[in-house]
């Protein structure tokens, strides 16, 4: 994680509860990013309908991130990361926000 990322999350979430979830950020948080301090997803993936933040924009881009970690043991995160790696009318299509929460539902379940 670059250093600016990584001094905002330790800003605003408990280093104790970071910690719990390391495994989640080594793997997935280089792709977390907070530009004014909201969060940004990579390579335009949608944050819409995720549920990291129960559906609603935040302006607490850490926040996000701490939910977004939190949600059964990263595996939101790894769906995330899988979504911004996606582009064209598959990507469009997967993140429509009708479809994205019963996707991730079999994406988590599986």
Same mark, same amino acid.
């Given at each position: 994680?670059? *250093?600016?990322?990584?001094?905002?999350?330790?800003?605003?979430?408990?280093? *104790?509860?970071?910690?719990?979830?390391?495994?989640?950020? @080594? $793997? #997935?948080?280089?792709? $977390?990013e907070?530009?004014?301090?909201?969060?940004?997803?990579?390579? %335009?993936?949608?944050?819409?309908?995720?549920? %990291? @933040?129960? +559906?609603?924009? !935040?302006?607490? +881009?850490?926040? #996000? #991130? @701490?939910?977004?970690?939190?949600?059964?043991? +990263?595996?939101?995160?790894?769906?995330?990361?899988?979504?911004?790696?996606?582009?064209? *009318?598959?990507?469009?299509?997967? !993140? @429509?926000?009708?479809r994205?929460?019963?996707f991730?539902?079999? $994406?988590?379940? +599986?």
């Amino acid at each position: 994680m670059i *250093p600016r990322r990584r001094s905002e999350l330790r800003k605003q979430v408990p280093a *104790p509860r970071l910690k719990l979830y390391a495994h989640v950020l @080594d $793997f #997935f948080g280089s792709m $977390f990013e907070i530009r004014d301090a909201r969060p940004s997803c990579p390579r %335009g993936a949608s944050r819409k309908g995720m549920g %990291g @933040d129960g +559906g609603r924009r !935040t302006s607490k +881009g850490a926040a #996000f #991130f @701490d939910r977004l970690l939190s949600r059964e043991d +990263g595996w939101l995160a790894s769906y995330l990361d899988a979504l911004a790696r996606m582009d064209g *009318p598959v990507k469009e299509y997967l !993140t @429509d926000p009708d479809r994205l929460k019963r996707f991730y539902a079999v $994406f988590a379940d +599986g």
